[in-house]
């Protein structure tokens, strides 16, 4: 028995003992972790669950775990920035998996001015975009992956010329001549709307969007019109990548103008009376011969790795866009490199960035054609008569002696070189150190180098007047800009208990940017053989005053400031900044500014009453107050009295060169004021899915800076001076929705969109300069019958009313006295205010769809309740001038001959709704592909529709500055197919 | 915390040194610098001279849109009409036919170009009396301001007067026409004796001696509109002293090398011959404003066939004004009627200036200015006679006759009346004097002025079927502009005309 039982005992043991050798040689749970393209992830946590075994992913993402009796466990997995997993794992079997991005995570972080925050505890309006948000398809420009994605955020592209950018306005206009660009922020480097074209669109990781002052106010006298902070790319530490983005498009013209063909044009001119003498019977559709379809490409190659202490990443981008006018195009090269490096037990981090881009364009020739119609090329492709030739029979181009200031604008796109090239370098060091429990000090350093130079050459062979009269004019144009920032700064981070929480920063920052340059002119050139690359060739005995000239200013800001952040339970957040500015291009009276502002935010989810219930997952008031700045209306040299070149003047008996007073002293000129209170919520409800803002804000910009009319009387040298007088009004109400109306396993469809309503007023404009009393009121502006009048919305159209048209063919208006005049004064009674030429609303409406590895996404865009003034359809549909030139069909209905007006005949309601965006994705599955982890192909069209009852080319004009509203000829709007390409390799 | 604080006070300590924010100015002029210089202040004299030449819109003469086009197109002389091609801007069609209002631009920037000179002289007057410099210079300077002043009292009236810029605005006022005519001729009096009294050379296109004289000749001209009380003969005085300077009338003789084929041209040539020349304005195309006159009233095809450059079609001479002449008369010389070269007829009559405006050949052309080089198509460099000594003549005639001493006045109307060709009148009347200053001193900026002294501004002109209807007796002064009202809210405009 004893035997038997040693026997059988001994043998279970055995039995065990090679069991469990097996178990312990052959039986374990393996597995790799991925990220979402396919990547290893290191450093990920894989814990057995039930238990504290743990261990982490190796720099493959693999992973194994001790054995144990189990043929099966669960695991669960976590990484920052994705969600955590749990996974079923059976033993030996090893596994791959894929972590999915936290949507939140995201954007958990928001950047701020001089720091971060977590969104959760943010207290002023801030828009934040990952660069999961930004619009896809042929970009060019980062702004473009902007369009309709933040509420109060205008991006506003009129035509699709090369180069060209759109502009960008945050909560509208808070300033009539001081600029309304916002402060753009590159990595911690300021600068104004050109460093963005040093930004790679594919390379931006998020942009953040500060909008109101309680945000804006710690960038002080420069925060007034809003800041637009860019985060580039870093390569996550652990991670290797080896990434090619690609997008090819075809740019196609999406509306013509109709204008009348030749056959059209003989018959209307017959039954209008043209001398026959006025038609050179050629057939010419003018229009086609100077527009082709343009392609836009788009290609970037990034790499990056690193470890924990140490990481980096390179990129190299490249945009290649054909214009839609022949001639035209860009060029836009970038390569930057970043890199981060621990020291100091991990203390110390030092961040390099060096970033250099290289700009080519070749622009559409801009003021040509005659006097009385100084357009770009493409509007004088619709004054060409269509029966006139291209050529002559002798072969130069064709023109016609007996029209006034004759344009052939084919001569004109062929012969005119208009080349601006730009070089643009900066690199910038940031360290960090950790000092002593929550207290750091940084160091920030940044230059940045701008070297650009134009070329322009127009030939007499280009048929303008001005080009024939010189025998050919060239120019040459170099500029050199040098933008240093450095700033030092500290910072203190306390838990009082668990309760209170503290944090502080302090802020030096210094700035000067130096801007110099040349340019020379030569006129009377034989042949034009060498363009404008040898100027000396001319004609030295042309050469007149103004024809050589060079420049040199500079700037340099200096500021302190300071933030204060505190929490409270994690319910009540306090924000407080004060921002001391001084500035070289200040008045003596006044070269230092205070920028306060206060934030409050309550948590209302973290209140005790709503524990219980489900509604909502977050709710958050905010509410906020600040006053900033606003400098870029000063140049240099701004505030005192300067003399200068001015011509030449015939004394002495001879031909000297003439000076005189240029500019006024102004020892009190300063920033603009803005004063803006703020209220917002932000609400999460229905588990997360439906997550939505509402802001609304007010502001007041006082000590507009305007350039005011004074008579030469007093202490004025010149008519001008730029004071700081009026007082402008804002007032919005934004709103940004998205709901997930489906959210499962395969598939997801959300649907988002913001709206911006805006309204603004001019509260005062005229005032006291300089001791004297500046009457003004009703200010002409560029666009013809626009005023700036006290109490109405900037660029009013106070216009004369159309009646009809008299016997002679000739327009009338209400008002006219007998002998047909009409007073025409801005205060004249008869002009009537028929709205404003800036949008009261503007909108984007963002739905997306995916199902497994495909997805859909769409962006519409609009705004409304502004007018156009239409200066096409005013300058082609006068019956009189189809001598000389062609007209809109729509023209011979009006009936109209001539009109000594601009009346609201030709002013339009320029509300629309454009289909901007669609876009389609496919991830390719490439589970069994060597050197590939992730491929996705996209195609997407762009601006593939547009709702709007306004009768030009398109809606989309200038509303960036006073010019606002006016439609006097743009370059054509494309329409785009692109096919994308993403790539990732092992 | 000994950290924080330590670190604080670097940072202060670094911070120190980095808070300037004086300006540095490296291409530009500080104002009181420059002007404290001898050099500067004898460019603050020559400064006046380039406002007064100016260019585009601001302008004696020579350019467009000023003093000259406002002060000619008002008058029965020329004007341009509205064609119905689609051409020309109404604003000139309007001065001739009296529709202008306070608004138009014309009229706005004389006022702005007059004011600007005149804070010029104040400014050069202030800054040759601080560098101590030749008394002739500040004189100059004095006699320039004076000038302008009656030239904006002839216009407008009652102006803002002031001598000195340092003027606080509220202390500026607009002063009678009657007063400001008293500081003309006083200041004329005090300073002309010390200008210089060199023709030509380095005085050219300069207020000499006798071209100060001239100014207080016309002022007194026309002191009977300004004051009511006539100064026929301290006009006479005036004229006297310029005659001392021993002018002489160009001649004028058949010359197939000289404009239009006659030495008389040269008048209106490069540089104004300084025989018969007092006052002119220096012009070189693109490097001094430019001389636009004869190129504005060319057609296209004309102008390229007779200067080279397209013409741009504007200016015309009504009938009326052109009927006057006789046939024999050489300054008839500078109009264009009939087959010209291009291929291209002018027609006399014109059917119409505004609505709907006149057919492209129609109307009389005029080419006084006849181009010369450097010339383009955007103008000349013909220089302007703002004085001659043809003028003074026609002036002592008109002041001999007026003081019924038509003797005396004889010789004088029948110089400029040989010189042109035309045979003697042996008496002369009123009538006389006036159509001769028409026919010699056409197109040069003086008929409104004088229509005003004889009484014909407010009639019934033009050439059927564009009579101008008389005009109401306010429209002898000008509207102040509608941008001074606004800017100035203690202006008065004058009588008659909306604010």
Redesign the interface.
Known sequence: MKKVYLFKYGLTILLLICAFSVFAQKSTFAGKVVDETAQPLPGATVRVKGTDKSTTTDLNGKFTLPGSDQSAIVVTITYIGYDTMEKVMTANEPVTIQLIPNQKALSEVVVVGYGTVKKTDLTGSVSNLGSKDLNPGAVTSPLQELEGKAAGVNINQVGSEPGVAPSIRIRGFTSLQGGNDPLVVVDGIQGNMDLLQQVPPSEIASVDILKDASATAIYGSRGAPGVIIITTKKTSAGKTSVEYNENTSLDVISKKLQLLNAASWTQEANALGV?ASANHGSNTDWYDLLTQNGVTENHSLSFGGGSNEFNYRASLTAINETGLVIGTGYKNYIGRVTATQKALDDKLTLTMNINSGINEAVYEPNGVGNA?FHSNLISQAYIARPTDPVFDTDGSYYRD?????YTNPYAVAKTVKNDVNSNELFGSLRADLD??KG?S?GWFGSWRKVDGNTGFYEPSSSTI??A???NGVGNINNWHNDEKLMD?N?S?KHDFDKKNHFDAT?V?E?QAQTYNGDFAQGRGFVNDLASYNALQLGDISKV??GDIS?????R???S?LGRVNYSFDSKYLLTASIRRD?????GVNN??GNFPSAAFAWRITQEDFMKDQHLFSNLKLRVGYGITGNQQGIG??N??????Q????????Q??P?????QN?NPNLKWETKKQANAGLDFSMFNDRLNGTVDVYTSNTDNLLFNY???????F?T?NILANVGSLQNRGLELTLSYRVIQSKNTTLTLAGNASFMSNKVLSLGGNIE?????T??VGLSTPNSYLVVGKPIGTFLILKHSGV?A???ETVVGEDA???V???PQSKYRVDEGQALPKYEFGFTPSFTYKNFDVSMVWSGAGGNKIYNGISQDFS?L??I???NLLTSAMATGI??S?FGSDEWLEDGSYIRFQNLMFGYKVNLTNVKFISALRISLTGQNLAIITKYKGLDPQLNTSDLGAGYDYGVYPRTRTFSVGLNVILK | MK??LL??LI?GL??QS???????????????Q??STPA?AD?A???V???I?G?WGSNYAGRDNCWYDLNSFSADEQVIP?R????W??DFA?LY?R?E???LGIINNTW?WA??C???AN?AVSELTTAKADPSKIAEAKVMRAWLYYLLIDDFGDV?F?TD??????K?AQEKRATIYSFIVSELKANVDLLSETRG??????FTKWAGYMVLAKVYLNAQIYTGTPQWAACLDACSKIASGNFTLHPATANTAAPLGNTYYELFGNVCPNDETIFAL?I?Q???SGNIYTIRSLN??NG?ALIG??G??GTIIPGDFYDKYDAGDIRRKQFLVGAQAGGVTYTETVS?L????AG?NEGIRDVKFFPVPPA???GESNDFPVYRYADVLLMQAECNVRLGNTTAATPFLNQVRQRAGLGDIAAPTLQNVYDERGFELNMEGHRRQDMIRFGTYLLPHGAAPNIVPAGAAYQQLYPIP???L????TLKQNPGY?N
């Open positions: 001398d009385a002696p007996n029209v006034f200031q000092i002593y207290l000090a007047q001005y024939i009269d010189n030092i500290l203190y302090l030096y210094w007149l005053q060079s420049y040199k200013n500079d340099r800001l200096v302190f001084g500035s070289t291009v200040f070269k230092w240099p040299q505030s005192i009295a300067l003399v200068g001015a011509g030449t003047v015939f004394f002495g008996g031909t000297i003439n000076y005189a007073a240029t002293a009319t004074v008579p030469l009387e007093g202490p040298l008519t001791g004297y009393n500046i009457p009121n009703y008299n002679q063919g000739v002998s047909g005049n007073d025409q004064a006068m009189e001038n001598g000389k030139q001959h001539s000594p | 950290k924080i670190s604080i940072i670094a911070a980095c808070t300037k924010v004086n300006e540095n100015v490296y291409d530009k002029y500080a104002a009181a420059f002007y500067g460019d004299l020559a400064n001279y380039a406002k030449t260019t509205h119905n091609t689609g051409d801007q109404l309007q036919t529709t209002l306070p608004s702005n004011y600007s005149i804070y010029s400014l803002p002031y810029n340092n003027t606080d605005i509220s500026i050379g380095t005085y050219y296109g300069r220096y070189t693109n490097v001094i296209s095809a390229t450059f397209n741009w079609n119409s505004i609505d709907p405006g492209p383009d198509a955007s509608t941008a001074a606004n800017a100035n809210t909306p």
